[in-house]
């Protein structure tokens, strides 16, 4: 990755850059499509309870101080010149933000042959301590640019008990 000089959240870069980001609905097939597995326990979010995802789950019989651990699919297609660089570069940098960040794995592996960041690791959020897997893939096909992000969020508690779970759907996730 080129390494901008200042950390530059993923949303800001896009913006300063022009690149427009038009959520893919997973109803209508004029993109690649974007799956994740299901593993038992975990439940689909109805659509329009969070507008601009393409698929949330959530296990709601693991609820920890009022925190339900979900995984969120979200799937752009891109308007503009897009550096994958820059962009991938950006999508750290949300992380890297995020307060009392503890990476424990960062890597720029292609995924499925896409450019791809996946990161892994902990943070605290309104008084929560959270356990995050984040995945950035951008797709570049005949009809466009897309970028899908699967972040996956826990208690930190709940690594040992919900990791394979992650796992699955890290593993799982597959862009057709």
Same mark, same amino acid.
């Given at each position: 990755?080129?390494?901008?000089?200042?950390?530059?959240?993923?949303?800001?870069?896009?913006?300063?850059?022009?690149?427009?980001?038009?959520?893919?609905?997973?109803?209508?097939?004029?993109?690649?499509?974007?799956?994740?597995?299901?593993?038992?326990?975990?439940?689909?979010?109805?659509?329009?309870?969070?507008?601009?995802?393409?698929?949330?789950?959530?296990?709601?019989?693991?609820? @920890?101080?009022?925190?339900?651990?979900? +995984?969120?699919?979200?799937?752009?297609? !891109? %308007? /503009?010149? *897009?550096? &994958?660089?820059?962009?991938?570069?950006?999508?750290?940098?949300?992380?890297?933000?995020?307060?009392?960040?503890?990476?424990?794995?960062?890597?720029?592996?292609?995924?499925?042959?896409?450019?791809?960041?996946?990161?892994?690791?902990?943070?605290?959020?309104?008084?929560?301590?959270?356990?995050?897997?984040?995945?950035?893939?951008?797709?570049?096909?005949?009809?466009?640019?897309?970028? @899908?992000?699967?972040?996956?969020?826990? +208690?930190?508690?709940?690594?040992?008990? !919900? %990791? /394979?779970? *992650?796992? &699955?759907?890290?593993?799982?996730?597959?862009?057709?």
């Amino acid at each position: 990755m080129s390494g901008m000089t200042a950390p530059t959240p993923l949303d800001e870069y896009l913006d300063s850059a022009g690149i427009g980001r038009t959520p893919c609905d997973p109803a209508v097939p004029d993109h690649p499509a974007v799956a994740i597995p299901q593993p038992v326990g975990w439940e689909v979010v109805a659509p329009d309870a969070f507008p601009g995802t393409y698929q949330v789950l959530v296990r709601p019989d693991r609820v @920890v101080d009022g925190f339900a651990p979900n +995984a969120v699919v979200l799937h752009f297609r !891109l %308007g /503009g010149e *897009v550096d &994958v660089d820059d962009l991938l570069d950006s999508a750290l940098d949300d992380v890297e933000l995020l307060a009392d960040w503890v990476p424990s794995q960062v890597d720029a592996s292609r995924w499925n042959g896409h450019r791809s960041l996946f990161v892994k690791g902990t943070y605290t959020q309104d008084g929560w301590d959270l356990a995050v897997t984040t995945r950035h893939v951008v797709v570049e096909d005949g009809t466009g640019t897309y970028l @899908v992000q699967l972040t996956i969020t826990t +208690a930190a508690s709940q690594q040992g008990e !919900l %990791g /394979g779970d *992650v796992t &699955v759907m890290n593993i799982g996730l597959a862009l057709v």
